[in-house]
């Protein structure tokens, strides 16, 4: 694991640094989570363990150890800078397994330590995946999740049956984010800039815009959709438990 001891660098700043560059776009992010983590207790109980999926620096993880103690946590990405700000951070934590998998990889669970979950969690991710990708996920969750767990996926999705609400939410949600922009709020771009030219994470930055590129958005279809492909799935039930005007917290239960 990469660690502070080592690098010299201070992880937890790192972490909370990719919070703030989030919270920018989603300023009701805490929220969100802590109703995900409201419905995983409700659901599965205080001692879950989870498949934090494209778990990026941990964002999730973090919360959920810090509410559930004796919760365990396995994280999946396949972005090696965030990655190396998630093994840094929880570098010694024995409750955390990363693993380094490309979801896209029809056997990308092969590389997962545990056959079963009680939880399968995701936040503002799965958005870069085409609908048809997405529904095949959603199949291979629906075998990794135990039956009574639980998916959580808290993510954009938008109705296109409402496109005036759609426009006027869009343009608030503009307007807010330029003005804390002028005020320095650093935004995607720029975050990764700073990333790229610091001395650790150069390289893994430079690794992750081979992989990804600046970045790809799939369908985003609306939460209704979601619903019904993760029924087709095999989940008995879904439907959103949360929703900002832009965002929706989707559960299902196995």
Same mark, same amino acid.
């Given at each position: 694991?990469?660690?502070?001891?080592?690098?010299?660098?201070?992880?937890?700043?790192?972490?909370?640094?990719?919070?703030?560059?989030?919270?920018?776009?989603?300023?009701?992010?805490?929220?969100?989570?802590?109703?995900?983590?409201?419905?995983?207790?409700?659901?599965?109980?205080?001692?879950?363990?989870?498949?934090?999926?494209?778990?990026?620096?941990?964002?999730?993880?973090?919360?959920?150890?810090?509410?559930?103690?004796?919760?365990?946590?396995?994280?999946?990405?396949?972005?090696?800078?965030?990655?190396?700000?998630?093994?840094?951070?929880?570098?010694?934590?024995?409750?955390?397994?990363?693993?380094?998998?490309? @979801?896209?990889?029809?056997? =990308?669970? +092969?590389?997962?330590?545990? %056959?079963?979950?009680? &939880?399968?969690? $995701? /936040?503002?991710?799965?958005?870069?995946?085409?609908?048809?990708?997405?529904?095949?996920?959603?199949?291979?969750?629906?075998?990794?999740?135990?039956?009574?767990?639980?998916?959580?996926?808290?993510?954009?999705?938008?109705?296109?049956?409402?496109?005036?609400?759609?426009?006027?939410?869009?343009?608030?949600?503009?307007?807010?984010?330029?003005?804390?922009?002028?005020?320095?709020? @650093?935004?995607?771009?720029? =975050?990764? +800039?700073?990333?790229?030219? %610091?001395?650790?994470? &150069?390289?893994? $930055? /430079?690794?992750?815009?081979?992989?990804?590129?600046?970045?790809?958005?799939?369908?985003?279809?609306?939460?209704?959709?979601?619903?019904?492909?993760?029924?087709?799935?095999?989940?008995?039930?879904?439907?959103?438990?949360?929703?900002?005007?832009?965002?929706?917290?989707?559960?299902?239960?196995?």
């Amino acid at each position: 694991m990469t660690d502070a001891a080592t690098t010299g660098t201070d992880w937890t700043a790192w972490q909370q640094s990719w919070d703030r560059q989030q919270e920018w776009y989603m300023p009701d992010r805490e929220e969100r989570f802590r109703v995900m983590l409201d419905m995983v207790e409700a659901l599965v109980g205080p001692e879950p363990r989870v498949l934090d999926l494209a778990c990026g620096t941990g964002s999730i993880t973090d919360r959920l150890l810090k509410r559930f103690p004796n919760a365990t946590s396995t994280g999946v990405d396949l972005d090696p800078a965030l990655l190396a700000i998630a093994e840094g951070y929880f570098d010694g934590d024995p409750r955390v397994t990363l693993v380094t998998a490309d @979801l896209k990889d029809p056997a =990308w669970t +092969a590389a997962l330590p545990h %056959d079963a979950y009680d &939880a399968v969690l $995701t /936040a503002t991710a799965l958005h870069w995946l085409h609908s048809e990708p997405l529904a095949a996920l959603y199949g291979q969750l629906a075998g990794l999740v135990r039956e009574g767990g639980v998916f959580m996926n808290a993510d954009r999705m938008i109705d296109e049956t409402t496109p005036r609400i759609n426009a006027a939410e869009r343009a608030q949600r503009h307007a807010r984010m330029d003005r804390e922009k002028a005020a320095g709020v @650093l935004d995607w771009a720029d =975050w990764w +800039a700073v990333a790229a030219a %610091d001395p650790v994470l &150069a390289e893994p $930055t /430079a690794r992750r815009f081979e992989i990804y590129g600046e970045h790809a958005d799939g369908d985003m279809p609306a939460p209704r959709w979601h619903a019904d492909a993760l029924r087709a799935a095999g989940f008995g039930e879904a439907r959103p438990v949360w929703a900002s005007p832009s965002d929706t917290l989707l559960l299902a239960v196995r």
